[in-house]
């Protein structure tokens, strides 16, 4: 009888062994940063990211005749554009079949030329340079609005709610701040408004005395700065140590919660900042998405999370539309895709922007970013 039961024993464990094996991996990236100064933006759309295959493999999905079992790889850019074409080679070589990022403009530009000759279809929750989607490429996608989007609604509300008649620009020199300062200048001149300064510095910056002095000056109305919270709050703080009496307009690089961080003591409520997409309390399935946010991995939601989310099932869907997980087979599926995510409805143009993307503009009030539209 012992060995009948060891005997059973024995086939059980087998099955169980053959079951494991019969389910096919596949590996989806996620590619940003994960060190450094904006470290806490990466591991956001990280998490995001990881959250939805935990998703997806809770649901035990059946691709093509196999059970699927979705494995994340994550690589880390630094928010570096050479960096970020290494990241991206390593990917392609590794055989994944679909790839969650970059986060900056900057780095997902040029990582997109490797995705398009590998045949690796790429989403990115965050990068909003319009140049992204402009290269023609059609393996590359994004979910978020662009840069064009942001520029035009700040515009509009530092001429018209704000009256700003002299505005000065700043940016990083980055793909991403450099678009965006470009995209406000563009909407401020439709406007007729004066823009009596335009200043540069870089990412890794952290003393802006003597541009602020310049900009100081000219007596602007407001100040604007395409780039990062790691620079946006330094520059702040500096433009209240120098008297500087201007509004502080920004856009979504500046518009997270390690802002309110960095910058106390200098936040007021003349700061102000635009973000691509929805509050995450406005997401149609936002509340939802942010308790199980912060039970899975015990922070908040910093930013883009919800659409590293949203790309993930988007790649997912994709698969199970061409009913397969090879990138060649599903990659022309993705301009099907229409689904109702955490952010919203997610269904790509030709050019591989989403159909459904827009802004948002918050106020610093109370100690929070406050939406005000």
């Known amino acids: 009888m012992k060995k009948i039961v060891l005997a059973l024993a024995c086939i059980g464990t087998l099955a169980s062994a053959a079951s494991a094996q019969a389910q096919t991996v596949v590996k989806i990236a996620f590619a940003g940063p994960l060190t450094g100064p904006i470290a806490h933006v990466g591991k956001d759309e990280e998490f995001g990211t990881r959250l939805a295959l935990d998703d997806a493999n809770a649901k035990g999905l059946t691709i093509g005749g196999q059970k699927i079992r979705f494995e994340l790889m994550a690589e880390d850019d630094q928010g570096d554009p050479r960096q970020a074409t290494v990241v991206a080679q390593r990917l392609v070589d590794a055989g994944v079949k679909g790839v969650v990022g970059h986060v900056t403009s900057g780095a997902a530009i040029p990582a997109a030329s490797i995705y398009e000759q590998g045949g690796v279809p790429a989403i990115t929750p965050s990068a909003t340079s319009p140049k992204l989607t402009q290269q023609g490429f059609k393996a590359i996608y994004r979910v978020i609005a662009n840069d064009f989007q942001q520029g035009e609604a700040m515009a509009k509300y530092a001429a018209g709610t704000l009256n700003a008649k002299k505005i000065a620009i700043v940016d990083d020199r980055t793909a991403y701040g450099q678009g965006l300062g470009d995209a406000l200048a563009d909407n401020l001149k439709k406007l007729n408004v004066q823009i009596v ?83 995450v309390d406005k997401m149609p399935g936002g509340a939802e998405f942010k308790a199980r946010f912060k039970q899975r991995f015990n922070t908040d939601v910093q930013l883009y999370a919800p659409y590293a989310y949203d790309a993930t099932n988007a790649l997912i869907e994709a698969m199970k539309l061409a009913n397969s997980v090879e990138p060649a087979k599903y990659l022309p599926f993705l301009q099907k895709v229409s689904i109702k995510g955490v952010t919203g409805t997610v269904a790509f143009d030709a050019k591989g922007d989403n159909r459904y993307g827009g802004i948002s503009l918050y106020q610093f009030n109370g100690g929070k970013w406050m939406s005000i539209n």
């Open 197 to 279: 300064a335009r200043e540069y510095t870089t990412d890794k910056a952290v003393d802006f005395t003597a541009l602020l002095t310049r900009i100081k000056s000219k007596q602007p109305d407001a100040i604007f700065y395409g780039g990062m919270d790691a620079q946006g709050a330094p520059m702040l703080k500096q433009i209240k140590q120098l008297g500087i009496n201007a509004k502080f307009l920004s856009g979504d690089g500046s518009c997270t919660s390690e802002m309110l961080k960095l910058a106390v003591p200098a936040l007021s409520g003349d700061v102000y900042c635009t973000q691509a997409g929805l509050p």
